[in-house]
């Protein structure tokens, strides 16, 4: 018998041993019923049917085995990814979604060679029908690996949202205690808490915003018509009092008025400074540099100290990457690797670039802005 019409035959007792190896998936199948531990099965095993009685050539064949794809059969890509995204809801992991394929292959095969014991098995059959799951596998493990990435961060997003209120009633209350005059002792303590409390607050924002752009929403930007001069020398102030052992300068040249989030671009300088201070040497300056000519405005930060491997550089920009010796550098683990990360998509939402350089002599980050905002139409049009 031909394994499409064994199938088509045998559809219940097949699934039946689908069914039993789904809820030995503990603890995902505790709970879950015959319908949803069936879940999609039959479709998925109906679309490999309708696959292994479609005519097929070998060319198509030998592309198929190398990945390449023949086009969606008819419900495979939808049966496929729709089971995918209801094992994910329901608390399945990766490991367990290959396995149900695993054993629905296994099963499948070892029942129809014990139909066929008198006869051999059709190995066309057996190519087409491994070829037909794992291609309803890379579609699942596709569509299952974007769920529970974005249900992931829909968990960073709210949990970013929720700290807020409790740490915000941290830092108002660690400035009233401050304001008291109440000794030495409650200002040391409160002074304490309110360095604990930004920092816990620019790690929130980091995460925040690290959240924002794998949700596909990007860095939220407010621009307005500043003049970067006074808002880098404000940044850099506040910096110079949380690092009083540290040197930065501010060299500014030409025009800097324009048209950007301030905000946003403190932060970026921030991130760069900080950045620059945790990694260079200790006893020379980190140098900011800002530049406007005719159509952008430039900021370079620079610090001396040892240079960055280039197989780092080349990665620096990456979310949750930090040089290997960030614990022994900065002491402490109050960083999430997402400082630069940060800073380059400040950079895009402002339609500017960003770059690092480094070697023996000093590591450079530069930033260059334009002064006139690119509209989203400009920018559809300029991609194609």
Not at 103 to 110: D, E, F, H, K, Q
Request: hydrophobic letters at 40%.
């Amino acid at each position: 018998m031909r394994l499409a019409d064994f199938i088509s035959r045998d559809m219940e007792p097949i699934l039946a041993q689908w069914e039993a190896f789904a809820a030995t998936l503990l603890p995902a199948a505790a709970d879950m019923e015959s319908s949803a531990l069936r879940d999609y099965g039959q479709q998925i095993l109906l679309a490999v049917v309708k696959d292994l009685r479609t005519s097929q050539t070998r060319e198509a064949q030998r592309e198929k085995s190398l990945g390449g794809t023949l086009g969606p059969i008819d419900a495979a890509e939808t049966a496929a990814q729709t089971h995918a995204v209801l094992r994910a809801r329901a608390g399945f992991d990766i490991n367990q979604l290959l396995a149900e394929y695993r054993a629905l292959r296994a099963s499948v095969l070892r029942l129809w060679m014990d139909e066929c014991a008198l006869e051999a098995p059709d190995l066309d059959d057996v190519i087409r029908f491994n070829e037909a799951i794992d291609q309803a596998i890379s579609e699942s493990v596709t569509v299952f690996s974007a769920q529970v990435e974005q249900s992931r961060n829909l968990l960073l997003g709210m949990l970013g949202h929720d700290l807020r209120s409790p740490l915000q009633a941290i830092q108002v209350t660690a400035s009233y205690l401050g304001a008291l005059n109440a000794g030495e002792r409650v200002s040391e303590a409160a002074g304490r808490l309110i360095r604990s409390g930004a920092r816990m607050q620019a790690l929130l924002d980091d995460l925040t915003d690290f959240n924002r752009t794998k949700l596909g929403l990007g860095i939220n930007v407010t621009s307005t018509s500043v003049n970067l001069a006074d808002v880098l020398a404000d940044e850099l102030d506040v910096l110079r009092s949380v690092h009083p052992d540290r040197q930065i300068e501010l060299q500014v040249n030409g025009n800097l008025q324009g048209v950007w989030d301030g905000r946003r671009l403190q932060q970026l300088l921030g991130n760069l400074v900080l950045n620059a201070i945790k990694y260079g040497a200790k006893d020379t300056p980190v140098r900011v540099d800002a530049t406007g000519d005719g159509t952008h405005v430039h900021i370079d930060v620079r610090n001396c100290g040892p240079a960055i491997e280039r197989a780092m550089l080349a990665s620096i920009f990456d979310p949750l990457t930090q040089g290997p010796d960030h614990q022994s550098k900065s002491g402490t683990a109050g960083s999430l690797g997402l400082g630069l990360y940060i800073a380059s998509e400040i950079a895009k939402a402002h339609h500017g670039s960003i770059e690092a350089r480094s070697d023996e002599t000093e590591t450079s980050f530069s930033v260059s802005l334009p002064r006139v905002q690119r509209t989203a139409e400009d920018t559809d049009g300029s991609s194609q």
